[in-house]
């Protein structure tokens, strides 16, 4: 072999150590991977990471388990699998995503073959492919980016280790020798830049092509005929359930992490202070507002008992001109789906179990998310009046409902509608609300409109905000929004809604709680909504008694703080330009051109690019037509000297073109030969010349320093015979002339050294 | 000073190649490799291993899940797996691309002895090494054959010599055949077969065997002073041929080598009066096939070269073939050659005119013991 081309390669144990290593890193990424997922299982995911990390510092480690725990493990894992099945069902998600950790932890802790080395690489890309289609989180996009080398890489050097002689053999002594920094220094040693920039152009191919399949790959929508297992958010965000607890919603108000991305429709100008509805709370007892069964009950489900609002269903498609308002809901909020009002239609990605309650006007999914939830709403309304419905417009006549449920008589609460004028009673609760609101009427019979005003005064006069408060006093005093109201304490948004409820209700004005989101910023970066889980809010509807609930927002601070003003559509907003709102606009890019690609998406971007090309066809023809058209102008006008000597030249020039094109071959030889005559050399090799020249310094060399061919060295020897083999010889076999030139350069020089 | 000059090589025909390369220009070479990559040519096949059907199982599955949720991650995932799937065909050919083999054999092969089978691999490429790959390499007469394996990487502008070592067992003809050039490379989903192109015919000599050879001296024949003339150091020419490695400078044609384009020397004779006839007669009613048979062969061949080395074959015989005088080392392995393929004769009519005190002749004996004789005497067996 010539010494010009010898490259050090990796022996059979460092192979298999570099295996050992990159199935470590393959298993670390995809236990990464489990981090975005909902599973209960975070301590087995650190002790399978704790125990690769092990791996991967002190390859040596596995052998040092005794043959008796190895053979004990496989029962004990099939009985501990199946016992997490049986105790989890009927989920199956989690026991099979902790089933197929204990197989990544039982693979780790021993030395594996080819088989069990493939075995991983399919448990490590299942977790990962599991995890990134039930979170639709965009971290997946990297992790599958880092993953896919890694594996790609793991497998080659498998394929390397299978054409080894020593291919079943285990080297544990090199593994027990084994220093991670020692082994990457080696690498990085040994390692040919050329070939690590090749395999990076051919990795951006691998993604170029995988974009370019992703993108013309056909879809059409079996809507899950086989059912696909979701996976279940355990708990929702506090504030965003049917029953509100005080401190619900302040819990995530510190929460800074985004939980709603709304994208707006062109045109539609963009509310000063949108508030987004989710909740209706109606009943409030033992100290919490919650939604009653009776609202959540009657006339809210379908015939069916599931609404399933499907996309491309064939009489919405006939209306193409529908604003369209894009909601990405992050996973583990809610299963209630926020809006600004009433809308005509909801679409979403997938099939869902939808609950629309048309009572309340409030829509929700049957289970918490744990991934994003995407949906669409068309033609949606900035309201702040919401109609009633005819069954909710007998509340004109009904009057404000004491329920103590203290009391062994306690009054039943009543049926929505009614349940929104229910007022705690015992305590002298009654008592304090009476006197305040008189206070606040001063005895009159107020209109709903009026007695907001006075009571937001009442409120704001009296009470600041504050994320913090502190209401004296127990149970046994009175309820604790009525002491809170008794008192001068600051409060937040639960409090000032809740009191303000119970104030109206006592003022004989039906009253509900809703709870959602106001505010938000608008991301600069690519123009849409952001709301974090700090603009959780809590506000009132009050019911106008002409048929109406109107948004009131007693919080001070708050821009809608009257009825009258109500929501006005204004161009006013903050705009986020930092470099949080930058990073969560790669997530909503991510929402957009990936996650929610679909046939639609697909059509559109093949009609974009046929209008491009043709435009561009377009546009090159009319240029030609032109230019043609500037020409045949030209050639008609008469003949003078300035037309003529541009022929003549333009002639000449393509003659001499077609000429030398056509005759290149024989022109070049004929130079070269006349040029040999004069003394120059054009055509010979320049290969064999430059060879030819280091021949000639070698001799010179050998004659200088006496070496004769008993004290030649091998590597002088070698790069002689490729510097003659070059020179003379023909045919296929030549070494490369390039390195064979530089290797001979760099002897000649270390001679000379050798010389001084 | 002297300088060991190397030796040039000569210009070879015998390598082989994957084919995607032929002498049409680029653009056609470009479509037709592109063609190739899709319906690979007559000899070259792309077969999934286990590992490749368990990829495009996990494809389809994905594809199917894909298609059933509508989710993109899974459609992102289905891309991928077949980009790397594409991406592994790619990097095959890329691996094959630029890789040129031969078979190098022995001169002579002979039974029971062990011979080298070499199949030299060339990468003619210039940055990319060759990995992972092996010959099947068969003896189609014998029927034994045998895995080649490249097992370190060739790098870029490099040679090696992969070796099989084969024992043969039986005389007569062989063919060596490289029958295909496989790859797993590079992630083992695919297997790459390419006709390896490579077939040639051996000639196997009998085995070497000992034996007793002691003539009686006495009369010579009845042709006093055979002479034979060897290569040797005498003054007379009878022969060009290539140089070798210890040649003297003196014996170098420089005009022949002119000629030639390779430096040729002259070689000299040498003359011997002792020699022998060897003459070989197999009629199937004195010679039946099998070990006696063999082993007739094995002591023909045997005494043959002994002689020759100690200058004492004039000539050999077999049957009614014409006398094959043994001058040169050429023509000893000429006469192994036809003992290699000598089969007992069903119809066989009796030469007279090879006759002498100097012939040696064979009898088979009892207990598969075969006999010599010089001029009608017992001079040996084996």
């Known amino acids: ?756 | 000073m002297a300088i060991e000059t190397p030796s040039l090589k000569p210009k070879s025909l015998e390598w082989a190649d994957p084919g995607f390369f032929t002498n049409q220009s680029r653009a056609r070479n470009f479509f037709r490799i592109l063609k190739q990559l899709v319906l690979p040519p007559e000899g070259h096949k792309t077969l999934p291993t286990p590992v490749g059907i368990v990829l495009i199982a996990l494809s389809l599955g994905i594809g199917a899940a894909a298609y059933n949720t509508s989710s993109n991650i899974l459609f992102m995932t289905l891309s991928l797996l077949l980009s790397s799937l594409l991406l592994s065909g790619i990097l095959a050919w890329l691996n094959f691309k630029g890789t040129q083999w031969r078979l190098n054999l022995e001169p002579h092969f002979r039974v029971g002895e062990v011979t080298p089978i070499r199949i030299e691999l060339s990468n003619h490429k210039k940055l990319l090494p060759t990995y992972s790959l092996w010959f099947r390499v068969k003896a189609s007469v014998s029927r034994e054959s045998k895995r080649v394996y490249l097992h370190d990487r060739l790098d870029a502008g490099t040679t090696r010599e992969l070796n099989w070592i084969l024992e043969l067992k039986n005389r007569g003809t062989e063919i060596i055949e490289v029958a295909g050039l496989e790859t797993k490379f590079p992630f083992g989903f695919l297997r790459k077969v390419i006709d390896g192109g490579i077939s040639r015919e051996v000639i196997v000599w009998p085995r070497r065997i000992d034996y007793n050879f002691s003539p009686k001296k006495g009369k010579r024949g009845h042709q006093p002073g055979n002479t034979l003339r060897k290569p040797g150091s005498g003054p007379e020419l009878i022969n060009l041929r290539t140089y070798k490695v210890g040649d003297p400078q003196r014996l170098v044609h420089w005009k022949a080598s002119a000629r030639q384009q390779r430096i040729m020397v002259r070689q000299m004779s040498v003359e011997n009066k002792d020699a022998y006839l060897i003459f070989l007669e197999t009629p199937l009613s004195k010679w039946q096939p099998g070990e006696q048979f063999e082993k007739l062969c094995a002591f023909a061949g045997s005494l043959a070269e002994d002689l020759y080395m100690q200058n004492r074959l004039w000539g050999t015989a077999i049957n009614d073939e014409a006398v094959l005088p043994i001058k040169r080392i050429n023509d000893l392995h000429y006469f192994l050659e036809k003992l290699a393929k000598l089969q007992p004769l069903e119809q066989y009519t009796p030469v007279n005119d090879i006759m002498g005190a100097t012939i040696i002749t064979f009898t088979p004996d009892n207990g598969n013991l075969v006999k010599a004789h010089v001029g009608g005497n017992e001079a040996g067996s084996a």
């Not at chain 1, 561009?616 to 030609?624: A, H, K, P, R, V």
């Not at chain 1, 020897?717 to 030549?734: A, K, Q």
């Open chain 1, 1 to 756: 072999m010539s010494v010009a081309t010898k490259q050090v390669r990796l022996s059979y144990e460092e192979l298999y150590r570099l295996k050992w290593l990159l199935g470590g890193f393959l298993s670390l990424i995809s236990l990464w991977t489990l981090l975005y997922l909902e599973v209960r299982s975070g301590p087995l995911i650190a002790l399978t990471a704790v125990v690769i990390s092990a791996g991967i510092l002190w390859p040596s480690l596995p052998s040092k388990i005794p043959s008796l725990f190895m053979k004990a493990a496989v029962p004990s894992l099939i009985l501990v699998i199946a016992a997490d099945f049986f105790l989890s069902s009927p989920d199956i998600i989690p026991p099979l995503i902790r089933m197929v950790i204990l197989l990544v932890l039982a693979r780790s802790l021993a030395y594996r073959k080819r088989r069990e080395d493939l075995q991983l690489i399919l448990l490590c890309l299942f977790i990962v492919v599991i995890s990134g289609v039930l979170t639709l989180s965009l971290t997946f996009a990297f992790q599958i980016i880092i993953f896919t080398p890694c594996a790609i890489a793991l497998l080659f050097v498998i394929n390397l280790l299978e054409c080894h002689d020593r291919e079943q053999e285990i080297p544990q002594e090199g593994l027990s020798e084994f220093k991670l920094v020692h082994f990457l220094l080696r690498i990085i040693k040994i390692v040919d830049l050329r070939m690590v920039a090749f395999a990076s152009l051919l990795f951006i191919g691998v993604l170029i092509v995988s974009s370019f399949i992703f993108v013309v790959i056909p879809r059409f929508r079996l809507d899950q005929a086989i059912p696909f297992l979701n996976l279940k958010s355990q708990k929702s965000r506090s504030g965003f359930s049917d029953t509100i607890h005080f401190g619900d919603v302040v819990e995530i108000i510190e929460d800074n992490s985004v939980a709603l991305r709304v994208d707006l429709p062109q045109g539609v100008e963009i509310p000063q202070t949108p508030y987004w509805r989710m909740v209706v709370l109606d009943d409030y007892s033992n100290e919490s507002f919650r939604m009653s069964s009776s609202a959540r009950l009657k006339n809210i489900y379908d015939v069916n008992n599931i609404i399933e609002l499907k996309k491309d269903s064939p009489a919405l498609d006939e209306q193409s001109d529908q604003e369209k308002w894009t909601f990405y809901l992050e996973g583990g909020i809610s299963r209630y789906l926020p809006v600004l009002g009433l809308f005509d239609t909801m679409r979403f990605q997938t099939r869902q179990n939808i609950e629309i309650n048309r009572l309340l006007r409030i829509n929700s999914t049957k289970d918490i998310s744990s991934g994003v939830l995407f949906y669409q709403v068309e033609n949606m309304k900035l309201m702040d009046e919401i109609p009633a419905t005819w069954y909710e417009r007998k509340l004109a006549n009904l009057k404000p409902l004491v329920v103590d449920r203290s009391s062994p008589q306690a009054v039943r609460t009543g049926l929505y509608p009614q349940t929104t004028l229910v007022l705690p009673g015992g305590g002298g609760n009654i008592e304090t609300l009476e006197r305040i609101v008189n206070e606040i009427t001063e005895g009159n019979k107020l209109s709903a409109h009026d007695f907001t005003t006075r009571a937001l005064d009442y409120l704001n006069t009296n009470h600041s905000y504050d994320l913090g408060y502190d209401v004296t006093g127990s149970g046994e005093d009175g309820d604790v929004l009525i002491r809170w109201l008794n008192s001068k304490s600051p409060g937040h948004c639960e409090l000032f809604a809740g009191s303000f409820t119970l104030l109206a209700r006592m003022a004989g004005h039906p009253t509900r709680v809703i709870t959602g989101f106001k505010g938000g910023a608008w991301n600069g970066y690519e123009n849409y909504y952001m709301f974090r889980n700090r603009n959780a809010h809590a506000w009132c509807e009050i019911f106008d008694g002409e048929g109406s609930w109107v948004l009131v927002d007693p919080t001070p601070g708050s821009q809608v703080s009257d009825m009258a003003g109500g929501l006005t559509a204004s161009s006013t907003f903050y705009i986020d330009e930092t470099w949080r709102a930058y990073v969560d606009s790669l997530r909503i890019l991510w929402y957009r051109r990936i996650v929610n690609f679909d046939k639609t998406t697909q059509e559109e971007l093949t009609s974009q690019i046929k209008l491009m090309g043709t435009a561009f066809i377009d546009g090159l023809q009319s240029e030609i037509k032109q230019w043609l058209h500037n020409m045949v102008t030209w050639f008609k006008q008469p003949l003078n000297y300035e037309k003529a000597t541009r022929i003549i030249y333009l002639f000449l020039i393509s003659l001499s073109l077609f000429l030398l094109i056509r005759f290149r071959s024989n022109i070049f030889s004929k130079l070269s030969s006349e040029a040999k005559i004069l003394g120059f050399d054009l055509g010979a090799d320049p290969v064999r010349k430059k060879a030819g020249k280091f021949v000639v310094k070698f001799r010179n060399k050998q004659s200088e320093l006496a070496i004769t061919q008993g004290n030649m060295t091998k590597e002088w020897r070698d790069i002689y015979r490729d510097l003659l083999c070059l020179r003379f010889s023909e045919g296929h076999d030549r070494p490369t002339p390039r390195i064979v030139f530089l290797n001979a350069s760099r002897l000649l020089k270390q001679k000379k050294k050798e010389l001084v």
